[in-house]
């Protein structure tokens, strides 16, 4: 029988019910194995008892009891999916950076966060072998997209999982992405201001721009551009989902790769590159769950990212680029 658990809701699961949400993350409970243990107050959202109806805030914890009962086949933790012992070891490499409170890694593209229908493969169904001795596994905090690499911190305890988690909903923690996308915006730096509405559909959820959606605000400037293909420095100063790559394709200038916001327009046929979204989480600071001090870390690009970067003429070094980031206030 597993163990009770502690999980923070992160920004990306805010704003859903309770009973969706353990729809997604224990898919194996049952919608009365659910009810009743909400009855018996054996679920708590914040210490307090909870409906299946409650709507989760980011930085709430949830109180999960052991749910493997009476042959039930659900668990407080996704079962972890066979991998090599490569495998293995290139996930543990992937740690950027780590102390007793947080962990961050360079988030490979193609590896979803969390799981889903299609997505037996997921970080989160990994965290088991990321507890480098540690008595707790580690705690998501926040979300990339599938397609996006670079950095995603873990907390590794719920006190770190709280203060991060309140971090991102404040927006204290400063992004900062590169992207390659097709063509060139009208100006070197600008402020993009268009509020995105989420919207299901008959090709799955799909974010839209409209003004009766969220606000959402995203600083961008250009790095270099050559062969109709511009190396842009984004800084989302909100966190909505699909922000950038919605901002940049209404920009006129989708990202390489992603067909979904961009269609055809983001597949020029002159560039023989991997049909994967050219977006990297390229640099996140935040302040450190100990002391407040700002916690900054930097992820290099992959090596199939990096050969696209070469491939263009682009260096990861350039000057330009760390001068850009270290002025973000300045761009618009």
């Known amino acids: 029988m597993s163990r009770v658990e502690t999980r923070i809701v992160a920004p990306g699961e805010a704003d859903q019910r309770l009973d969706r949400w353990f729809k997604r993350c224990y898919p194996g409970l049952g919608h009365g194995r659910l009810e009743k243990l909400l009855r ?35 668990s407080p933790k996704p079962a972890v999916p066979s991998l090599s012992k490569a495998e293995v070891e290139a996930l543990r490499a992937s740690v950027l950076h780590r102390d007793a409170r947080v962990l961050a890694l360079n988030k490979p593209a193609g590896l979803a966060v969390q799981g889903g229908p ?49 971090a991102f909903k404040q927006d204290d923690a400063r ?16 402020l993009i201001r268009l509020a995105l509405d989420k919207r299901g559909g008959p090709g799955g959820e799909k974010v839209r721009v409209d ?24 800084n989302p100063l909100t966190g909505r989902t699909h922000q950038l790559r919605v901002h940049c394709a209404a920009l006129g200038c989708p990202i390489l790769g992603d067909g979904k916001y961009g269609g055809k327009a983001a597949f020029p046929e002159r560039l023989q590159v991997p049909k ?57």
Do not use: C
Request: aromatic share 4%; glycine share 8%.
């Open 40 to 74: 018996t107050g054996q679920i708590r959202v914040d210490g307090k008892r909870a409906k299946a109806n409650t709507r989760l805030e980011a930085g709430q914890a949830i109180r999960v009891p052991p749910i493997e009962r009476d042959g039930e086949a659900a």
């Open 118 to 166: 299609k997505q037996a493969k997921n970080l989160d169904a990994l965290l088991d072998l990321l507890t480098f001795g540690a008595d707790e596994r580690p705690r998501l905090v926040h979300r990339l997209d599938r397609d996006t690499s670079g950095v995603l911190l873990l907390a590794r305890t719920v006190a770190a999982a709280r203060a991060l988690t309140g």
């Open 175 to 190: 992004k900062l992405y590169w992207a390659l996308v097709v063509g060139k915006p009208p100006k070197a730096r600008g």
């Open 211 to 234: 003004e009766a959606g969220k606000q959402a605000e995203t600083r961008y400037a250009v790095i270099a551009a050559a062969k109709g293909i511009t190396w842009l420095l984004l």
């Open 276 to 332: 994967t979204v050219m977006l990297h989480a390229r640099e996140l600071a935040v302040p450190h769950p100990d002391d407040g001090t700002t916690l900054r870390v930097q992820a290099p690009l992959p090596p199939d990212r990096l050969a696209v970067w070469q491939k263009l003429g682009f260096d990861p070094d350039d000057s330009k680029a760390a001068n850009l980031m270290q002025d973000i206030e300045t761009w618009g």
